[in-house]
């Protein structure tokens, strides 16, 4: 059976899961905040869709945009199609002057196809809930001045996003999920660690793939703030490489999740509190014992739980992502 990528939301206008668009699975039923009975939307608007089938994902509006968007393109390439044509009619009987008119409208379409690349702007789509925000410390970041940015705070949760595009020597292997692991576990240091390394291709047939790492919030102060998540992901598109770079930091009051899974933890493996063997560990290797490891409660069923928790946000981004580009 395919798979229903469909996004349901919450109908009931008083709940802060309509008024963010928060988007549920196709297979959720019920609002995990008012309990009001979810409806199909479409992801982009968050209009209501009757219930076609898994294939109409989007509302006619979005998808009439979306083929607006394409249809540009492919009158640029139209063009470019009729000047092929001109350019042989113009060949006559006269091998050496139609040969002349090859040259140039050849060098004429090489111009509108370069003009057409600059023009044309790559980019990823992002969740709508993501505002975009200006940045003054791209020097400080390192980062190119056309990096677009983007932020969503919550009552427990604080998120930057940058966008902007890379070259392939530093983008991370789309097709080899252990060597981004083995890298990372050559290069992070006692406060890092690895909770997920993914690849594949997205909704449109784009590479893709990513990393999930976490550290602790101000590391060298004296009283804990919780944890701070960061996503990775590169995209090949159109032949240029976007790198999505997320920050997730828990806000307010943290370790909520940590807390309430430990004492579940705790229960089912029948330790006493105050013991933590089996608790962290490296989801990839059980021998690798250096850094800040994944705890139990940072595995992906849990994220239902919390769904506003910087993890579970991070992980819907990714989602998000993968589904939509």
Known sequence: MAKDNRKKGCPNSECERNTRHYLYKATDSYCTIC?????????????????????HVICSSCEAEREDRKNDFSKQMKSIGSAIGKGAKSLGGAFSSGAHAIKETAGNIKEDIEEIRKNE?????????????NLNFHKEL?????????????????????????????AMAFDDDQSIIDNLH??????????????????????FSYDIIKHPNNPDSKTASGNEYTVNFNCRISGHIMFLNGSFAEAGMTGARDSS?????????????????????????????????????????????FPDHPLSKARELIRFVIENN
């Open 261 to 305: 899974i430990y004492m579940v933890y705790c229960r089912q493996n029948e330790i006493e509190v105050g013991n933590f063997d089996g608790w962290m560990s490296d989801p990839y290797d059980e021998t690798y014992k250096k850094g800040f490891l994944m705890n139990y409660s940072e595995k992906k069923e849990f994220d239902t739980m």
């Open 121 to 133: 702007k790559i980019t990823l789509t992002l969740p709508d809930e993501y505002i975009r925000i």
């Open 142 to 170: 390192n980062i190119p001045k056309t990096a677009a940015s983007y932020s969503q705070r919550t009552d427990s949760m604080k998120a930057l996003l940058l966008l902007y595009e890379i070259s392939e020597e530093i």
């Open 186 to 207: 050559e290069t992070m240091d006692e406060n890092t660690g690895i909770i997920e390394v993914g690849s594949g291709t997205t909704g449109s047939g784009n590479p």
């Open 35 to 55: 309990g009001t009975q979810l409806v199909f939307v479409c992801p982009k608007c968050y209009r209501k869709l009757d219930d076609q089938g898994p294939k």
